[in-house]
Structure formats: C-alpha cells, structure tokens
C-alpha cells in the first residue's frame, strides 16, 4: 500500500467523520496519535532489529500454543495472494511484541528464566484469547484446536470493515512518519508488523464472540488491546 504523506491529524479527522458511528473510535484514535510520545513505542520502532529472538538455549522448541497452531491453520506465507487472512505464521508475531515489551521493560539482558516466561508462559494464550482482559485475575483459558481453525478461515464482514481496518492504518503510518521522517527506513516494516498483530487480534475477538467474520467491534477491541500492551509493563504480569 502505497501512502503519500498527510499530517496524522488529518487523516484521524476524516476518519472519525467517515465511521462517527463507530462506539469507541474517537478513544482508538486518540490512542493511536499518542502513540509516538511514548518512550516505549519509540523503542519498538526504533529498536526491532536490535532484539534477540530465540536462537539459543533451547528456545528454538515451539510451545505447545504452537504446536496446535500449526496442526489447525494454514502454513502459507504471509502475503501471498488468495492465501487465508490469518496463517499459523501470524501467531509468531505475538511472540515478538511480547518479547520487543518485555526487553524494552526490564532495560537488562534477558536470563533463561525470561526466556521461559516469553516461550512457554500463558501470556501469548492470555493476550490472544483474553485480549484487552489480558491483564485480569481470570483464569487463562484453554486453546483448543476448534478456536484456531475458525480463526484459520476467518474473514472481513464487508468492505465497510476492512476500510475502517486500513484507514486505522494510515493513522498509524502517518503518526509513525510524521514524528521520524520515516525512522531510517524501518517505517513500512514496523508499520506492516504492527498490522499484521492487528489483524491476527482482530480474527481473535470475532472468534471469541463465535463469528467468523471480523467486524467493526473486532477491530476497535483489536486496537485497545494494543494500545494497553504498550501502556502496560507485562514483565511483572508473567
């Protein structure tokens, strides 16, 4: 998607007033332009490429939660044309968020037992079946393989959904380029990253609710639940 570059507060504008009957947008968006004041968004736009991923020590070995993913979606690459919207691929991403937070919270090396919490902890199952209630004292459910192959075929409502989906994007971009001036290149692959997690939240929150086509309330929940990972130091919730 090729995006010439706009000041995000306008774009924001014209968003609000195509879908100002969408409950909790103005919130979203507001998040969204806040975004680049945080110190720790700065860091996961700055500093992806500088953190580790899991290369040694043993944690190349998938959890379970990926294991049963890649039993019950699709493995077809990211982006390849009239590949499902959500692939077993997609699941990885919320590794890396979570891993990008928790590095960019404790400002230290990270140890095994880390590396245990992030790998092999409930938070990855929390954040993706709990969503915004990540952080609550409910229990963690159980994932099963029935929720990943409904989230494997999962779909846009209408084109009114996906618009609202990929105008919250530009927003985003925008806010990204505006403040960075592109921050040395690392714009549309961060940006690309951060969508994709969306989208992946947003096939979550439809299935949670037992649909299979993801609405304008997935996408709002999808965002809130992204805005309050980044304003939450998860390494004290794992």
């Given at each position: 998607?090729?995006?010439?570059?706009?000041?995000?507060?306008?774009?924001?504008?014209?968003?609000?007033?195509?879908?100002?009957?969408?409950?909790?947008?103005?919130?979203?968006?507001?998040?969204?332009?806040?975004l680049p004041d945080s110190w720790v968004y700065e860091k996961l736009v700055h500093d992806r490429e500088n953190i580790p991923l899991f290369k040694s020590g043993g944690y190349d070995k998938p959890s379970d939660l990926v294991k049963l993913v890649s039993k019950n979606m699709?493995?077809?690459?990211?982006?390849?044309?009239?590949?499902?919207?959500?692939?077993?691929?997609?699941?990885?991403?919320?590794?890396?968020?979570?891993?990008?937070l928790y590095i960019i919270?404790?400002?230290?090396?990270?140890?095994?037992?880390?590396?245990?919490?992030?790998?092999?902890?409930?938070?990855?199952?929390?954040?993706?079946?709990?969503?915004?209630?990540?952080?609550?004292?409910?229990?963690?459910?159980?994932?099963t393989k029935e929720f990943f192959k409904r989230l494997g075929k999962i779909k846009w409502n209408d084109k009114k959904t996906k618009k609202l989906?990929?105008?919250?994007?530009?927003?985003?971009?925008?806010?990204?380029?505006?403040?960075?001036?592109?921050?040395?290149?690392?714009?549309p692959i961060f940006?690309?990253?951060e969508n994709a997690f969306l989208k992946l939240l947003s096939g979550c929150s439809a299935v949670v609710e037992s649909r299979d086509k993801i609405n304008t309330f997935d996408i709002i929940r999808a965002h809130r639940t992204y805005l309050k990972l980044i304003n939450t130091d998860i390494s004290k919730l794992m």
């Open positions: 998607m090729f995006l010439k570059e706009k000041p995000a507060p306008e774009v924001a504008e014209k968003v609000l007033k195509d879908f100002s009957n969408i409950e909790g947008l103005k919130e979203v968006v507001e998040g969204i332009l806040s699709s493995k077809f690459p990211l982006n390849i044309p009239f590949a499902p919207l959500l692939t077993a691929k997609y699941i990885l991403i919320v590794y890396a968020f979570m891993m990008d919270r404790i400002k230290r090396d990270l140890t095994t037992i880390d590396l245990d919490k992030i790998c092999y902890g409930e938070m990855a199952a929390r954040i993706l079946l709990m969503l915004e209630e990540f952080d609550s004292n409910q229990k963690t459910p159980q994932p989906f990929n105008d919250l994007f530009e927003i985003r971009y925008m806010s990204v380029f505006n403040k960075w001036k592109g921050a040395n290149g690392q714009t940006t690309n990253t």
